[in-house]
Structures are given as structure tokens and as C-alpha cells.
């Protein structure tokens, strides 16, 4: 039998193009600092391959999805090298997030034991708890930043899920400010990487972010350590995470994980375990809250399905508008907004030939708007889902392809169905319990950091 073609055609009729605009001095760095969104949404009408500049670098973003298919999963020609990724692993240590193609094969499989289906059951029996704690906490009538609560909600069930502990109150929230000073920041500087040498107040939050979030994690391995001798000694009760794993599991040489790998990966799964869930339910409010007819579908499968209990792992079949709210707010707003490759010899993209250590950025937000993939892009329309899925024709398959918020091929987010077991089920507990409502007058615009989530999202609670 031959194998099965699962490919994009070559992109041979592709055409590459260069973004109008530029200054001199400064390139495009202007709109990318200010109106990130809107530079990028435009970026299509140029090319398929447009160049950019951010200074005087050139940088190559993708707007069409046979070229997004072709980088994504050819690690050995776009790989994760260059300046943002060098900046990345001194911020973020060299774990699965930020490793480059040589050392992603072994970290995946140290990894990927940890995020097995068996082990996802115990992690969303965690989170039902914390999904039903925030869910009876919240006052009827309060307004309240729901972005900054949905952090909270977060962070309690990645904190209990992966780690097996608990942060108390405060500290989320000190660790909530850290992380958004540390994205602004690590944005910012990939813009502006020489500025990151100054020492400008703005430099001196960020160091002190990171220095706090680094704290955190420490403190998370060392209390699992102690609680993992305490129950050596049969004094405390045993739960699987991803931090046991880590601490358990043996290299292929039969060594333990070396302390600071342990680190690198613990620190990168509290932004991708916290930030990028919290971001996600965020925006689905604010799009719910905007389309009163959705909400109130979204209500009815809810409360029919749950009937006012907290949602668990086994509802997850029977609420599949939910899913498909999730699966259109990522389309809309994916977190992980722009992800940079690096060539690592030189190739030739749409016709276009870029020299060895070319920058190519992939940005969701751009291929998950084109009109012709999706009619209507800027529209929040969860039923295109369900159209796709009814439908099984080759259009369904082709919007279903480009869509990547999780990114593709071999990285592609090895957690994936973690957040979205965690974002459904949450999603579907609060929308049968609570009626949202946008504060009048406040605007709710997209914060310029590394994870696409709103500056803040004011809103009134209503108890249904």
C-alpha cells in the first residue's frame, strides 16, 4: 500500500513580497510595538513570504499555510536558533520549550511519559477541584478583572496538577505580576535586543520578574522534594505530576534528571501551564460577553449537561459547542501568537532564497484570518466547526490543517491536551453558573508581551 500523503503542495505558485512602510532606522518596529494585530492582519495582501523589518533585520513571516506546514515540520532546515531563542534560554533555561532540534528528540521522550491519557485523567480530576473553588468564590453582582481571575483559576490548577502543591493567594498574585512584567518584557526585547542591555527601570522590572518567577520554581521543587521524602517514610499520600515524573525517571545512561534540567523544564511549564490556559479563557469571556445568542446556547448545553455540578474529564463528549468555542477563540486569539525559526542552512521559501540564519516567523494569527480559509475571519463563529465536521469534505480538512495554535510536527505543545481539557471544562462551569458582562466603557485591547492575552478584561458577575 502507499503511504498516505499528508503534505501541502510545494509552494512553487507561492509568491514572496515585502511589507510597505519601513524606516530607515527603525524598520516596522513602530506598529510591532504599538499595533502588533493589525501590522500583522495586513501583512497577507503583500506575499505569501512577506519581509518585515524589525531595525534593519530582515524577518520573513508566513502567511499561507502550505508554507507554515513545510517550516513547522522540517526542524532540520528552520530550527530553533537565533537571537530570541538564545534570549529565551537564559530567561527560560534549555527544556523542551526552548531546546533546539539536537536536544528535542531526547527531552520529548524524557517528557512525554508525564502527559499520557492515564495521567491526564488524575491531572483533570485536580483541576475539577480548583474550577469548582473559583466557581463558588466569585460574588453575584462584583466587578472584577476577570483576566487577573482566570490567572488565579490557572495557576491553582497547574500548580495542583503539575507540581502537586499550592500557592497561596498572594503569591499567585505576586507570581501573576511577575509573568506579565517577564512577557512584556522578553517582547520587547526580541524587538529591541539592544536595549536589553541598559539599565533602564523598564529593564530593572523585568530582571526583577524573572528573578521572582525563577523563586517560585524553586520553592515548588523543593517543597515536592520534601513531600516526596515524607512519603518514603509513609508519613503522606502519593500523587502522580509532572514534577514526580521528572524527579523519578532515568535518562537512557540509567542517571537521574540532573537538578538544573528539572529546573528548565519546571520553569517552562508554569508559563505554558498557566499563562497560555488563562489567556485562552480570557479571551472566550470576552467573546461571549460580546455574543449574548452564543452564551446562551453555550448556557443551555451546559446546564443540561451538568446540571450545576463542576464539569469532569467525562462531560467533555457530550458539551461539543464548548469545545468548539475553545477551538474558535484560539483561532481568533492563539496565546502563542509568533513563533521564530532560524534557518540553519541556506534554502529558499517561495521562491524567495534566504541565507543560512535567516529569521522566519509563523504567526497563527495571520493564517487563522486569511478569508479564504475562513469566510468571515474577524467573525466569532463557533458553528464553522461544526459545518467542517458535518461536512468531511476537503475544505473542513484544509481549515483544519492550518489551524495551529499549538504549533506543528515534532514541537508542537506537548500539552496540548492538557489546556484543553482544562479550558473546556472550566469554560463549561462558569458559563452554567455565571452571566458575564463587559463593564461600560472599558475597552479590552490586546497586551504587546509573548503570550496574546487582554491588558485587562473588567466585568461584572452575574449569578444565573
Known amino acids: 500500500m502507499a503511504p498516505r500523503q499528508d503534505r501541502w503542495p510545494d509552494d512553487s505558485g507561492l509568491r514572496a513580497g515585502r511589507a510597505p512602510g519601513a524606516r530607515p532606522l527603525t524598520g516596522h518596529l513602530g506598529a510591532l510595538y504599538r499595533t502588533p ?3 500583522l492582519d495586513g501583512l497577507p495582501r503583500h506575499g505569501d513570504l512577506v519581509e518585515i523589518r524589525v531595525g534593519r ?14 517550516v ?6 528552520y530550527d530553533r536558533h537565533g537571537a530570541s531563542y538564545e534570549r529565551s534560554r537564559r530567561a527560560m533555561g534549555h527544556g523542551l520549550a526552548t531546546c533546539p532540534q539536537a536536544d528535542h528528540r531526547a527531552q520529548r521522550r524524557l517528557m512525554q511519559p508525564a502527559f499520557r491519557p492515564d495521567h491526564l485523567a488524575g491531572y483533570a480530576a485536580v483541576m475539577r477541584q480548583a474550577i469548582g473553588e473559583t466557581a463558588d468564590g466569585w460574588r453575584h453582582g462584583r466587578e472584577t478583572d476577570l483576566g487577573r481571575e482566570l490567572f488565579l483559576l490557572a495557576t491553582k490548577s497547574a500548580i495542583r496538577a503539575l507540581f502537586g502543591a499550592d500557592l497561596p493567594p498572594a503569591e499567585a498574585r505576586e507570581l501573576h505580576d511577575a509573568l506579565d512584567t517577564f512577557l512584556k518584557g522578553i517582547y520587547r526585547q526580541s524587538l529591541l535586543p539592544w536595549a536589553a542591555r541598559l539599565p533602564t ?3 530593572r522590572r523585568y530582571a526583577r520578574a524573572l528573578a521572582c518567577w525563577r523563586a517560585h520554581t524553586t520553592r515548588l521543587i523543593g517543597a515536592h522534594r520534601a513531600h516526596a521524602a515524607e512519603q518514603a517514610a509513609g508519613r503522606a499520600a502519593g500523587h502522580k505530576n509532572v514534577l514526580s515524573h521528572l524527579l523519578s525517571v532515568r535518562t537512557p545512561d540509567g ?6 534540567a528539572v529546573h528548565d523544564q519546571s520553569t517552562a511549564l508554569v508559563v505554558a501551564g498557566i499563562e497560555t490556559t488563562a489567556a485562552a479563557l480570557a479571551w472566550a469571556c470576552h467573546l461571549l460577553s460580546h455574543h449574548p445568542a452564543v452564551e446562551e446556547e453555550l448556557y443551555a448545553e451546559a446546564h443540561g449537561v451538568l446540571g450545576g455540578r463542576v464539569a469532569t474529564q467525562d462531560d467533555l463528549p457530550r458539551l461539543p459547542l464548548t469545545e468548539r468555542v475553545v477551538m474558535e477563540t484560539l483561532r481568533l486569539y492563539p496565546p502563542a501568537w509568533l513563533i521564530p525559526r532560524s534557518t540553519a542552512v541556506e534554502t529558499e521559501l517561495a521562491g524567495r ?9 509563523f504567526s497563527p494569527y495571520v493564517v487563522h484570518r486569511r478569508g479564504d480559509l475562513y469566510p468571515e475571519p474577524a467573525r466569532f463563529l463557533p458553528g464553522r466547526w461544526a459545518a467542517d465536521e458535518a461536512s468531511g469534505g476537503p475544505d473542513g480538512s484544509v481549515r483544519l490543517r492550518a489551524y495551529a495554535p499549538f504549533g506543528l510536527g515534532a ?6 491536551a492538557f489546556a484543553l481539557t482544562e479550558a473546556t471544562m472550566a469554560l463549561a462551569t462558569l458559563a452554567a453558573r455565571w452571566r458575564l458582562r463587559p463593564v461600560p466603557g472599558a475597552v479590552v485591547r490586546p497586551a504587546a508581551r509573548a503570550v496574546l492575552a487582554p491588558e485587562r478584561l473588567p466585568m461584572y458577575l452575574y449569578e444565573r
Do not use: M, W
Open 201 to 203: 527601570p523598564g529593564n
Open 255 to 260: 542517571a537521574p534528571v540532573a537538578d538544573d
Open 411 to 416: 514541537h508542537r505543545c506537548i500539552g496540548e
Open 57 to 70: 533585520r530582515p524577518v520573513f513571516v508566513l502567511c499561507h499555510p502550505a508554507l507554515v506546514r513545510r
Open 72 to 77: 513547522l515540520t522540517d526542524d532540520r532546515v
Open 37 to 39: 494585530l493589525s501590522f
Open 353 to 361: 532564497r534566504l541565507p543560512a540564519g535567516s529569521t522566519v516567523v
